[in-house]
């Protein structure tokens, strides 16, 4: 049997990165996830992280980088989580961090020997922010190719993103046939320390949607 | 009087860096230093980063991203650093660096308002290294359009690398016109606890030619 081609996920431990690392095992790929602590205020996220890479038997590499250092959002300063925002970028985007996380899971993919990154942007129900668009990926997949060791040795480097088109509902659907148990993930900006959601942010909102549209029961544990 | 631009400036206390400063400073920029302390062996380069901010008067942020968890380089890991290596991509390469060091730039840059950026990578003596190519460059400057607030709201992000081109003896040059001391700088790859450099490692010996060939005493403390 051929080895299993190894491949990065990047895993935050909310419902789109663990339905991205499935989806990416279900592909044939030994994954390897990574988690980026960047002192965001729901920790709680890290160990989200910590239970989904468990459940799916992925070794989980977190990496400290604190982010509060640079601040600028709602998720890494001291600025109020807003309930409903619907215009614009919103406070809670952390600048430049789809840059930042696939450059650390490109620097570790780089080190593993894999030609293959997953993370779960979702141009749908995150329009607002710049770097989950569709355009922004293009770009980082032609600068991945030529940023690291494979690129000069002529393989490429392929940044997958399954989750990019597909609504919330969508996304949960697609979890739900590949066996995912969503009660384990934490998607709340403000989680409390035992990952329970506040149930009124925007990811919680998105969130809760989601789950009604799918017509899937909500397993998520709120406050 | 016109506000000055601001611009971030990445500064890692060697020579090419803080040359890319005094330029930035020199075009009429406002700019603020950035260092990542990435758990490099050579630690006095942190130190040195922090008199060459000070000699330029422009404030230094110091980010703690700890690439040791990463590994995969004789910088970072446990490998040895070679004394002359001249093919291929070297050990002392760090996966995925400049790719990394420019996002956190551009995280930074987004929460200042600045829309420029600096880096002092050079193509003439680092050829071996995928991060220091004009193209690699130029993929970055299209993908930075995209990645940040910036880009959506039609401002165009701008990383400049005005020593890409230069030898090492052209950069020197350039720097004694705009009044560099490069005695407060660290190039070695294995400096001392006191920022003596080893003048045998890679760096050292490319630094040295560099003095002799533009004619400029060696300032360097060897131990």
Redesign the interface.
Known sequence: MDKLKKAVVLVSGGLDSVTALAIAQSRGFDCYALSVDYGQRHYSELDAAKRVAEAAAAPL?I?????R????SALTADIDVPENETTG?PVT????????M???A???A??LGADDIFIGVNAVDYSGY??C?P??IA??Q??A?????A??EGRDMTIHTPLIDLSKAEIIRRGIELGIDYGITVSCYQANGEGRACGVCDSCRIRQEGFSVAGVPDPTRYV
């Open positions: 590499k990496l400290p980088l604190d982010l250092t640079i601040g600028g970028i985007y952390v600048p430049a961090r789809n840059t930042i696939l450059s650390l490109l620097a570790y780089e080190v710049p770097d668009r355009e922004f770009a980082y032609q600068l190719r030529l940023a690291t060791r690129g000069v």
